[in-house]
C-alpha cells in the first residue's frame, strides 16, 4: 500500500476562497482522523470518523470547517469562506480498528492570503 | 483521553542512550501508552505503545512504571535521525489526541 496519501501537498489561497483537502486512506483501515498543526497550537485532532460515519466533531473550529467520508476510500475537508487563521499544515490519518498504531500522511500546508 | 505530561525539550548527544519520561497520572485501566514521533517536515510516525510490561521493537523500549503513573521511551542508541518532537498519548479504542510533545536535540 501507498500509505495515507493527502492532495494537495500545497495550497495557496486568497481569503474568501473555499478550501478543499483531500485525503485516501490506507485500504481496509476503520478509522480516519483530520488533524491541525500549527505553532501555536500544536497538533489538534478536527474530527474522526470509524466506518465512514462522523464519530466526533468537536474539533472542528467552526462552521466555516466541514468534512465529509462518502466512502471508505476517500474523504475532504473544506472551509468556506478561508481565512488567513487557518494558515497551518493539515494531516490526515487512518488506522485499522482495536489499539493499532495509526498511519499519517505528508499533510497539505495550507496559506491563506 | 486522560492528559500526559512530557518535558518540552531534552538533549542527547549521537551514540548514546536517550531516556524521554512521560507522566499519566489519571490513566485508567484501559488505556493504551502510545509513542510516536514527528520528523521535521512529515506527519507523526508510530513508535511503541503498551499497556503494562515493558515492549521493545526495532525502535525503541518502553519501560512502563508498576502503577502505570509513568513511562520512559528509551531510544538505545541515539543517531541523528532520531532529532523529532516526541508524543506520549493515551488511548482505548478511540480517537487520538496529541499533546505538545518533547523537542529531541541530537548532538553529533
Known amino acids: 500500500d501507498a500509505g495515507v496519501i493527502q492532495s494537495p501537498r500545497h495550497e495557496v489561497t486568497e481569503m474568501g476562497q473555499e478550501v478543499t483537502l483531500r485525503c485516501k486512506p490506507i485500504?481496509?483501515?476503520?478509522?480516519l482522523f483530520w488533524y491541525r498543526q500549527t505553532m501555536m497550537r500544536g497538533l489538534e485532532l478536527l474530527i474522526y470518523?470509524?466506518?465512514?460515519?462522523?464519530?466526533?466533531d468537536s474539533g472542528m473550529p467552526e462552521d466555516r470547517f466541514s468534512a465529509k467520508m462518502p466512502n471508505a476510500s476517500f474523504s475532504t475537508l473544506k472551509i468556506q469562506p478561508s481565512e488567513p487563521r487557518d494558515s497551518a499544515v493539515y494531516f490526515c490519518?487512518?488506522?485499522?480498528?482495536?489499539?493499532?498504531?495509526?498511519?499519517f500522511g505528508q499533510g497539505t500546508r495550507l496559506t491563506v492570503v | 483521553d486522560a492528559k500526559t505530561t512530557q518535558p518540552n525539550s531534552m538533549e542527547s548527544n549521537e551514540e548514546e542512550p536517550v531516556h524521554l519520561p512521560c507522566n499519566h497520572s489519571?490513566?485508567?485501566?484501559?488505556?493504551?501508552i502510545h509513542w510516536y514521533r514527528q520528523l521535521p517536515s512529515q506527519g507523526p510516525e508510530y513508535v511503541i505503545h503498551?499497556?503494562?510490561s515493558n515492549v521493545n521493537n526495532r525502535m525503541a523500549s518502553l519501560a512502563i512504571a508498576e502503577d502505570r503513573k509513568s513511562s520512559t521511551l528509551i531510544l538505545h542508541r541515539a543517531t541523528l535521525r532520531d532529532a523529532a518532537v516526541y508524543y506520549c498519548?493515551?488511548?482505548?479504542?478511540?480517537?487520538?489526541?496529541f499533546g505538545a510533545g518533547t523537542r529531541l536535540t541530537v548532538k553529533p
Open positions: 490519518a487512518s488506522r485499522p480498528g482495536g489499539v493499532t498504531e495509526a498511519f
Open positions: 485500504s481496509g483501515h476503520d478509522y
Open positions: 470518523f470509524n466506518n465512514n460515519v462522523p464519530i466526533d
Open positions: 489519571t490513566i485508567s485501566g484501559t488505556d493504551y
Open positions: 503498551g499497556l503494562t
Open positions: 498519548i493515551l488511548r482505548d479504542d478511540n480517537d487520538m489526541r
